[in-house]
């Protein structure tokens, strides 16, 4: 008579031995990584600044010169149509930009005079005028900035570029997110939807360590036991459980990768006071 026998009973009784799989996942490459891309790619990394509630384009890279001829005036009859719960537009005046203009570098591109500093870069930076979308209600805007789509339930960016391009090191995460700690739109603007968990973004914490309990708790031999077992009892049964178990080997690895990279102590302190002591200037110095 023959026995059905399912996955786990039969690297048991053959031996192969999921805990040497285990370890050997942890010490092999990235099976994330994908194939070439269409066009070469020049870009490594990406740092996606958003600034959820920062100033408006009109005061920074997109001049408004008819607004601010307008400025103080009733809205046009051509606004009224426009429903928010804010406030009643008919009654509203319009509101021009306090900020000059100017003609920056060989390109001529304008910005803001509040960017005096940035103005010096202006061959540097690529500036988009042509994005447009329709919700000017915070939540629906924050995800069509961060996914595309102006309802949850739809990767974020971060995830898309890990899964279509994976990530070289296999130490850290492919896609790291650093928040102020008050997201409107919570953790599905960096979240993964229907690609594979592993894809999320790891949130750094804003204040105090980066990573909580990234300190080991036990001996490096003991952790990489415990994972083994993990995997024998585990592997095959769910994406999501696979995903975990991965984000679990993933912190082992980062227990001695992490902790140097997120130091800034070790930059010189002269970039230090380049970037400022606020929170936000720490992060960026982190991301670089």
């Given at each position: 008579m023959i026995h059905a026998m399912n996955r786990r009973e039969m690297l048991k009784r053959s031996g192969l031995g999921c805990g040497m799989l285990a370890l050997h996942g942890l010490m092999a490459e990235s099976a994330s990584a994908a194939s070439q891309p269409h066009f070469p790619a020049t870009a490594k990394n990406v740092i996606w600044l958003f600034m959820h509630g920062g100033p408006s384009q009109m005061d920074t890279f997109d001049p408004k010169p008819l607004l601010k001829e307008l400025h103080g005036q009733q809205a046009p009859a051509s606004f009224h149509d426009i429903q928010t719960s804010f406030t009643d537009v008919k009654k509203q005046k319009l509101l021009g930009s306090e900020f000059g203009f100017s003609k920056c570098g060989a390109s001529g591109m304008e910005i803001s005079?509040?960017?005096?500093?940035?103005?010096?870069?202006?061959?540097?930076?690529?500036?988009?005028?042509?994005?447009?979308?329709?919700?000017?209600?915070?939540?629906?805007?924050?995800?069509?900035?961060?996914?595309?789509?102006?309802?949850?339930?739809?990767?974020?960016?971060?995830?898309?570029?890990?899964?279509?391009?994976?990530?070289?090191?296999?130490?850290?995460?492919?896609?790291?997110?650093?928040?102020?700690?008050?997201?409107?739109?919570?953790?599905?603007?960096?979240?993964?939807?229907?690609?594979?968990?592993?894809?999320?973004?790891?949130?750094?914490?804003?204040?105090?360590?980066?990573?909580?309990?990234?300190?080991?708790?036990?001996?490096?031999?003991?952790?990489?036991?415990?994972?083994?077992?993990?995997?024998?009892?585990?592997?095959?049964?769910?994406?999501?459980?696979?995903?975990r178990i991965k984000s679990y080997e993933l912190a082992f690895q980062m227990q001695t990768s992490a902790p140097e990279a997120l130091d800034i102590n070790n930059e010189s302190k002269a970039t230090r006071e380049l970037y400022g002591d606020n929170q936000f200037s720490k992060q960026c110095l982190m991301a670089r």
């Open positions: 005079d509040g960017f005096r500093h940035m103005q010096n870069h202006a061959d540097d930076i690529a500036v988009l005028r042509s994005l447009h979308h329709e919700d000017f209600n915070h939540n629906p805007a924050l995800w069509v900035m961060n996914s595309g789509h102006n309802r949850a339930g739809r990767p974020s960016m971060g995830s898309w570029l890990s899964y279509g391009l994976g990530h070289e090191a296999n130490n850290l995460p492919g896609f790291v997110v650093m928040t102020d700690g008050a997201m409107k739109a919570g953790g599905g603007i960096w979240g993964n939807a229907f690609l594979p968990a592993s894809h999320q973004g790891t949130k750094l914490n804003a204040s105090g360590p980066p990573i909580p309990n990234l300190k080991p708790s036990m001996a490096s031999e003991e952790q990489l036991k415990m994972l083994r077992y993990m995997k024998q009892l585990d592997a095959g049964t769910s994406p999501e459980l696979e995903a």
